[in-house]
C-alpha cells in the first residue's frame, strides 16, 4: 500500500479519464481552473526614503537610529495644506437632509428631578446631622425670601430649584470647608440677609452664564503704578540688585566666574572618553548623541524613540504623587512619544566646551537710565539644550529692543514648541534679521545664525552696570553663556518658603500678585516676549511697594536717590559728670600724650614701695 504522503502528491494532478472517471474518491485532481502561467517573484527592492542616510530598521534587530526630522521631504511642501484640490466626495452632490418638524426641532426640556431638603451624605461629616440640618433650613429661608422679590422670569426660581441651590451651596461648604463649615456658613447667611435684590439677581445671571459657558470676558488686570517717574524707577532698582557673590548663587545654577582651560580641557577629554553617551532628560535612557552625524549611517541619536511624561511631578497633599500631563501616578508608562531623546548640560564647565562664556563688556553708548528685561526659549539639539529665540524689553516702559530666532550649533532634535514657542514651520521660513530695520512681531520673527551673533546683538544693549531683568535668570544667562554682574531675579524677589534651589514659576507668580494669566496657549508653548513683560511688571510691582514703605517712613527723593529722613528729636546733650574727663583721658592716649598719674615700682633694701608719678 502506497504511503499517505505519496497519494497527497497526486491532489494537483489532473486525472487522465477527465469527467469519465467514475472512482468515488480519485487521488487525482477534479474540474481544476486553468492555471495562469507561473510569474517570476520580483526582486526586493531596497526601501525609499526622503532621506539618504535613513537605514532599513526592519532589517535590523537594534532600535533604530534617528537622522532628523526637521528638513522637509524632497518635492514636498510640509507647510501646505493636505489638499488644496477637494476630493471627489467633496464636490459630489449630496441630497440635503430631511427637514425636521417643529417638534422635533425644538424638544421639551426635561423636568428637573424633585430635590428633597436634606443634608446629602459626605464621607467625612463637618458637623452633626442636626447641624447640617439647621443650617441648610435657614440657607433654603433667607434664598426664599430675596427671590420672592424677583420679577425677572428667568432668574426666579422655583421651589425645586430653590432646594436644588441650598442643597448644591451646602454641601460644597461642607466639602471645602470642613474645619470651619460653621463660621463659612454663618458668614454667608449674614451676607444673604444683608443682600438686596439687585445683588441676588446678578448672582443669578453669572450662575445661568457659567452653566451655558458664556462668561463675560475677563477683565485685565490695571498696570503697576509705582508714583515714580520711568528714571526714578531705574535708579531705584540699585536696591533690589543680587549680588552673586554675597549671595553664593554659584551653589544654584548662577555662573560668577569663567571656567578655567584647563577645566575646558579635561571636559573635552572626558566626554571623548565617554563616546557621545547622553542620559535622556525625558525618560532616563542613556543613548548615543552625535554632535556631528555619524558617519556610517548619518544617525545624531540612537535607541530610538523617547516614551515619557511631559508634565512635571506634582505632589498635592493628601494625595498621592501624580504628572501635571496626565494626572497618572509617578512610575506609570509615559503618555508622549517623541522620535528620539534628548539631553541638556547644566555644568559652567561642559557649557564651556561648547560655547564659551565671556563677561559683560564696557558700553559707553549705553544710558545710566537703562534697565532691560530679558527671557530666552531653548531647544534640544546634538549639543544638549540651545538658544532658540532671544526677546529683551527695556523697562520699565516694555518696549521692544531685541526679539530673534537663533540657530543653534548642533542638529535640532526637537524644538520643544510645547514649551519655546517656536514652530517648524516658523523656524525653517524665518527670514534673516537686520540690526538696520529689526522686526518686532512674533508672526514674523527674523532668524540669526549663530548663538554668538545673538549674544552680541544683547550686549549692543547693555554694560555691565545695566541693571538686567529675569526669572531664573541664571538659566537665561547660561544660556546665551554670559556673566553679568547687576542682575534682577524675581526668584530672588519672591522667593519660596522652602528657599532654594526650590523656586516659584512664573505663571503662579503673575497669577497670584498681578491677576493676569500668561503661558495659556496649551501645546502651542511660551511666548518670550509675553514672559518677559510679565517679569517686567513683577519687578515694578516689587519698587512700588519697597518705595511706598520708605515713603511711609519719610524718605524723599532728591537728586536721584531716595535720602531718609531727618533725625527726630534734640541734639545729643552734654554727657554726664565724670563721663568727659573719661573721654578726654581716652583722647589723650590715642594721641600719645596721656597726663594721668602712673604708678610705679620702686624696689631697696627695706622691700618695695609704690611711687605716684605726677
Not at 525653517?428 to 546683538?457: C, E, Q, W
Request: aromatic share 6%; proline share 10%.
Amino acid at each position: 500500500m502506497w504511503p499517505l504522503t505519496d497519494t497527497l502528491s497526486f491532489g494537483e494532478i489532473p486525472c487522465p479519464k477527465g469527467d469519465e472517471c467514475d472512482l468515488l474518491s480519485c487521488f487525482f485532481l477534479h474540474n481544476a481552473a486553468p492555471k495562469a502561467p507561473a510569474q517570476a517573484s520580483p526582486k526586493p527592492t531596497k526601501p525609499i526614503t526622503s532621506n539618504p542616510f535613513l537605514p532599513a530598521s526592519s532589517t535590523s534587530s537594534q532600535p533604530s537610529v534617528f537622522t532628523g526630522s526637521l528638513a522637509p521631504s524632497k518635492g514636498v511642501n510640509p507647510f501646505k495644506l493636505p489638499s488644496e484640490t477637494p476630493p471627489r466626495t467633496a464636490t459630489r452632490a449630496i441630497s440635503p437632509p430631511p427637514k425636521k418638524t417643529e417638534a422635533e426641532a425644538k424638544p421639551e426640556p426635561k423636568p428637573d428631578p424633585p430635590v428633597s431638603l436634606t443634608p446629602r451624605k459626605l464621607s467625612k461629616e463637618p458637623a452633626g446631622f442636626t447641624k447640617r440640618m439647621a443650617l441648610l433650613k435657614l440657607l433654603r429661608q433667607y434664598m426664599a425670601a430675596l427671590n420672592n422679590k424677583v420679577q425677572n422670569g428667568k432668574t426666579k426660581l422655583t421651589d425645586n430649584q430653590l432646594n436644588k441651590l441650598a442643597v448644591d451651596e451646602e454641601e460644597q461648604t461642607a466639602v471645602q470647608n470642613k474645619t470651619v463649615y460653621e463660621n463659612v456658613l454663618k458668614q454667608r447667611l449674614v451676607t444673604l440677609k444683608k443682600m438686596d435684590v439687585s445683588t441676588w439677581t446678578k448672582e443669578r445671571e453669572d450662575a445661568i452664564a457659567k452653566e451655558k459657558g458664556d462668561l463675560p470676558a475677563e477683565e485685565k488686570p490695571k498696570p503697576v503704578e509705582s508714583g515714580l517717574t520711568p528714571e526714578q524707577e531705574v535708579q531705584f532698582l540699585s536696591r533690589l540688585t543680587a549680588d552673586p557673590v554675597d549671595l553664593c548663587l554659584d551653589k544654584h545654577g548662577y555662573v560668577i566666574q569663567k571656567p578655567t582651560d584647563a577645566e575646558i580641557e579635561e571636559t573635552e577629554e572626558a566626554l571623548k572618553l565617554a563616546d557621545f553617551y547622553e542620559v535622556c532628560e525625558r525618560c532616563k535612557t542613556r543613548f548615543q548623541a552625535f554632535p556631528d552625524r555619524r558617519l556610517e549611517d548619518g544617525a545624531l541619536t540612537t535607541q530610538g524613540k523617547c516614551t515619557h511624561h511631559w508634565g512635571r511631578k506634582e505632589f498635592p497633599k493628601r494625595q498621592d504623587a501624580k504628572y501635571t500631563c496626565c494626572h497618572e501616578p509617578i512610575g506609570s508608562p509615559g503618555c508622549v512619544v517623541g522620535d528620539t531623546h534628548v539631553f541638556k548640560v547644566s555644568e559652567a564647565k561642559r557649557l564651556s566646551a561648547i560655547m564659551p562664556f565671556i563677561e559683560t563688556p564696557e558700553n559707553e553708548d549705553v544710558s545710566l537710565n537703562t534697565a532691560v528685561c530679558f527671557d530666552c526659549e531653548m531647544s534640544y539639539t546634538t549639543r544638549g539644550l540651545e538658544l532658540i529665540r532671544l526677546t529683551a524689553l527695556a523697562w520699565p516702559s516694555h518696549k521692544p529692543v531685541l526679539d530673534v530666532l537663533v540657530r543653534p550649533l548642533g542638529h535640532v532634535l526637537d524644538l520643544n514648541t510645547r514649551f519655546s514657542g517656536v514652530t517648524r514651520a516658523q523656524f525653517l521660513n524665518a527670514k534673516p534679521h537686520d540690526p538696520a530695520n529689526p522686526v518686532f512681531d512674533s508672526n514674523d520673527l527674523r532668524i540669526v545664525g549663530t548663538p554668538h551673533r545673538a549674544r552680541a546683538l544683547f550686549c549692543q544693549l547693555i554694560s555691565p552696570k545695566t541693571p538686567v531683568l529675569g526669572h531664573a535668570i541664571d538659566n537665561d544667562l547660561n544660556t546665551i553663556r554670559l556673566i553679568h554682574p547687576t542682575i534682577i531675579d524675581t526668584v530672588l524677589l519672591y522667593p519660596h518658603p522652602a528657599g532654594l534651589p526650590i523656586r516659584n514659576g512664573l505663571r503662579s507668580l503673575a497669577q497670584r500678585y498681578l491677576g493676569l494669566k500668561i503661558q495659556q496657549a496649551g501645546a502651542d508653548g511660551h511666548d518670550s516676549h509675553e514672559d518677559a513683560r510679565a517679569t517686567g511688571e513683577l519687578v515694578r510691582l516689587k519698587v512700588a511697594k519697597e518705595w511706598r514703605k520708605l515713603r511711609t517712613d519719610g524718605w524723599q527723593w532728591h537728586e536721584g536717590t531716595p535720602i531718609p529722613p531727618p533725625p527726630v528729636g534734640p541734639p545729643p546733650t552734654d554727657p554726664v559728670p565724670g563721663e568727659k574727663r573719661k573721654r578726654d583721658d581716652l583722647d589723650d592716649v590715642e594721641d600719645g600724650e596721656d597726663d594721668r598719674p602712673v604708678a610705679k615700682k620702686e624696689e631697696g633694701e627695706g622691700g618695695c614701695r609704690i611711687l605716684i608719678d605726677e
